[in-house]
């Protein structure tokens, strides 16, 4: 019999409390346990109210601190709003159907900024606003060392290559994607200044659904509050947080994976697939395919799905 306490905290990017009643339809049977961190909503006794952009959701998680944690739990599992997680997981099964141990967390992936620096459009806009800000505080006195860190992101397969376009793809990409965020700034000014390493060793990874053990949340939920002070992306703030924070972190995909790479390698033990939808059309046609009936959905979730996101709760009946 499992001796776990599983908390369900659900981790709205906007406020829209009518999906409260909702989630509470589709998880009360799943999770004894429910939280609704949401910004700006109405407290009550599950709903707790948050001041943050959506673009630093970890400062959600971090401002809710004292209303997450309990003492008995044994892991807090991490949902977006509107992320609808497999209807066989529960409170009973879902850590060892990921394969986690007392002191294991989840997430999709991991990668490092360095390392995606040209394959992700976001990762050179982070670094430049964590450049910009670092000077407001002294966040070193907050982390562990950056050589701590880096060491410790390496020993979990992670590289940290110099951060410059590597291929004519990359180029391509730089050219492409990340031109209107550099503004007029020359190519050779970005090959040496944005040829630097970050900073501070950032990651990023996919972060709508993740699990923290209870050992390592509090530590975890403190970095969320450092990296949203220093404006620091969700999806980069949450895996850093999450790595520096917890010893062993299970993957679907393979350490320096890109998570919005529809060619991805996964974890050769990885026991589900997370479905993202990266368009509008992606997602119509997938509630379109269910009848946008939530129940028919959850009826007939594919079984080796882990999650499918973003479900739009307001659009289903």
């Given at each position: 019999m499992t001796t776990e306490k599983i908390s369900a905290i659900f981790l709205f990017n906007h406020k829209f409390e009518p999906n409260v009643a909702k989630l509470e339809a589709l998880y009360r049977d799943r999770f004894s346990h429910r939280k609704y961190v949401m910004p700006f909503g109405t407290a009550s006794d599950k709903v707790i109210p948050v001041?943050?952009?959506?673009?630093?959701?970890?400062?959600?998680?971090?401002?809710?601190?004292?209303?997450?944690?309990?003492?008995?739990?044994?892991?807090?599992?991490?949902?977006?709003?509107?992320?609808?997680?497999?209807?066989?997981?529960?409170?009973?099964?879902?850590?060892?159907?990921?394969?986690l141990g007392a002191n294991s967390g989840y997430i999709k992936s991991l990668?490092?900024?360095?390392?995606?620096?040209?394959?992700?459009?976001?990762?050179?806009?982070?670094?430049?606003?964590?450049?910009?800000?670092?000077?407001?505080?002294?966040?070193?006195?907050?982390?562990?060392?950056?050589?701590v860190a880096r060491a410790r992101f390496e020993a979990m397969g992670?590289?940290?290559?110099?951060?410059?376009?590597r291929s004519?793809?990359?180029?391509?990409?730089?050219?492409?994607k990340l031109h209107t965020h550099l503004k007029r700034t020359d190519?050779?000014?970005?090959?040496?200044?944005?040829?630097?390493?970050?900073?501070?060793p950032l990651l990023c990874g996919y972060a709508d659904f993740f699990v923290v053990p209870a050992k390592a949340m509090r530590t975890f939920l403190y970095y969320c509050g450092v990296f949203a002070?220093?404006?620091?992306?969700?999806?980069?703030?949450?895996?850093?947080?999450?790595?520096?924070?917890?010893?062993?972190?299970?993957?679907?995909?393979?350490?320096?994976?890109?998570?919005?790479?529809?060619?991805?390698?996964?974890?050769?033990?990885a026991r589900f697939k997370g479905v993202e939808f990266w368009t509008g059309e992606e997602g119509e046609a997938f509630a379109a395919r269910y009848g946008n009936d939530i129940n028919r959905l959850v009826t007939e979730f594919p079984?080796?799905?882990?999650?499918?996101?973003?479900?739009?709760?307001?659009?289903w009946r």
């Amino acid at each position: 019999m499992t001796t776990e306490k599983i908390s369900a905290i659900f981790l709205f990017n906007h406020k829209f409390e009518p999906n409260v009643a909702k989630l509470e339809a589709l998880y009360r049977d799943r999770f004894s346990h429910r939280k609704y961190v949401m910004p700006f909503g109405t407290a009550s006794d599950k709903v707790i109210p948050v001041y943050e952009t959506s673009y630093r959701f970890s400062g959600h998680l971090a401002q809710a601190r004292d209303r997450i944690l309990e003492d008995d739990v044994t892991h807090y599992v991490v949902i977006s709003d509107d992320l609808i997680v497999n209807p066989a997981l529960n409170e009973r099964n879902i850590v060892s159907k990921l394969g986690l141990g007392a002191n294991s967390g989840y997430i999709k992936s991991l990668g490092t900024l360095d390392d995606l620096r040209y394959r992700w459009w976001r990762a050179l806009m982070i670094v430049n606003d964590f450049e910009r800000t670092e000077g407001y505080f002294d966040y070193r006195a907050e982390l562990p060392p950056a050589e701590v860190a880096r060491a410790r992101f390496e020993a979990m397969g992670l590289r940290f290559p110099r951060p410059v376009p590597r291929s004519r793809s990359e180029w391509h990409f730089a050219l492409r994607k990340l031109h209107t965020h550099l503004k007029r700034t020359d190519w050779g000014t970005i090959y040496t200044k944005h040829g630097k390493p970050a900073p501070y060793p950032l990651l990023c990874g996919y972060a709508d659904f993740f699990v923290v053990p209870a050992k390592a949340m509090r530590t975890f939920l403190y970095y969320c509050g450092v990296f949203a002070a220093l404006n620091v992306f969700a999806e980069a703030a949450v895996p850093t947080a999450l790595a520096l924070a917890v010893d062993e972190l299970v993957t679907e995909l393979k350490p320096g994976e890109l998570f919005d790479d529809p060619h991805a390698a996964r974890a050769p033990d990885a026991r589900f697939k997370g479905v993202e939808f990266w368009t509008g059309e992606e997602g119509e046609a997938f509630a379109a395919r269910y009848g946008n009936d939530i129940n028919r959905l959850v009826t007939e979730f594919p079984k080796d799905w882990l999650y499918v996101h973003p479900v739009k709760l307001s659009r289903w009946r």
